[in-house]
Nanobody
Framework: QVQLVESGGGSVQAGGSLILSCAAS????????MGWFRQAAGKEREWVAT????????YYNPSVKARFNISEDNAKRTVHLQMNSLKPEDTGMYSC??????????????????WGQGTQVIVSS
């Protein structure tokens, strides 16, 4: 069982930056997909970014690709999401997820085995 704990959310004005962190109790193994998702009020959960631990593969939703950066700190079993040039439409509950089910898609929330509780991000105009 992997436990994930997010931190770093908060309120920021448009154009500002935040760094979110997702600390895992254990890494299931190298080559584990870990992703960030967000959910705005009244909307479905949306994929934001995914990385493959121990590798160089990084995947981004086009809406954030030029502004967000996903990275990992293996020693701390932590995945970060650096968010720059934030926009009001980035507002939402951000959650991290880990470990795809066999044959799953890293864009699909239901294909991840483990989830954190989430951290709120509010971007004001």
């Amino acid at each position: 069982q992997v436990q994930l704990v997010e931190s770093g959310g908060g309120s920021v004005q448009a154009g500002g930056s935040l760094i979110l962190s997702c600390a895992a109790s254990v890494y299931t193994s190298a080559n584990t997909y870990m992703g960030w998702f967000r959910q705005a009020a009244g909307k479905e959960r949306e994929w934001v970014a995914t990385l493959l631990t121990g590798g160089v593969s990084r995947y981004y939703n086009p809406s954030v690709k030029a502004r967000f950066n996903i990275s990992e700190d293996n020693a701390k079993r932590t995945v970060h999401l650096q968010m720059n040039s934030l926009k009001p439409e980035d507002t939402g509950m951000y959650s991290c997820a880990a470990d795809l089910r066999p044959g799953g898609s890293w864009r699909r929330p239901s294909d991840y085995k483990y989830w954190g509780q989430g951290t709120q991000v509010i971007v004001s105009s």
